[in-house]
């Protein structure tokens, strides 16, 4: 019975060696593990570093920011039919023009005064642009005329910028500038071939800003 015990109690004594502790991750393999984690994370902060830093090239330019420079603004009047209306040439009651007749044609349109000093600033630059490019694209380009205290004053401007351009005069309470949702001079509204209105600049023209817009229309 003794031998018995004794190998019983050794038996039970050896059961605790018997069990296997779990090995714990070796600090070789967590060195390793954080360096590769800290490389990955450099790398990635290199990359979009470098797309932050690196300038656009001119065809990845943003349209939208483009459109903003020049002066280019949201109207409820986008994307549909132009208002249309039928006024006198200036210096000519009885010969009068009708928006509907020039479907078919690209149409600028051009709100002034005599007494605004960016209308003053911009007119020779529409009437370089008319002589020399929009004639030979086929665009129509029409100023139309706001409140003057007399004829006299219209007839000072044409004369002092050469204007040959067709030039309108609007009704006596503005009505024309009000349906187009014009709040001041100048502002110009693009009108394309199907007399869609594309765009409407709120500030004198540009070279670039005619450029931009007279693409959307011809």
Known sequence: M???NRETSDITAQEPQATQQPRRPSRKRNI????VVCVLNVGLLIVIGTQLLTPASPGQSNPGGAAAAIGEVNTPLLGKI????TLPRLGDANSRVTLADLKGRPVVLNFWASWCAPCND???LLQKSWTTSLQKQGVVLIGIDGAEQSDNDWRAF???HGITYLNLKDTVNGATAVDYGATGFPETIFIDRRGNVVAKVIKPLSEQAI???IAKII
């Open 211 to 213: 450029d931009f817009e």
């Open 32 to 35: 390793i593990i954080f360096v």
């Open 122 to 124: 911009e007119a020779p």
């Open 158 to 160: 044409l004369q002092k």
């Open 82 to 85: 132009a208002p249309n209306f």
């Open 2 to 4: 003794e031998v018995t």
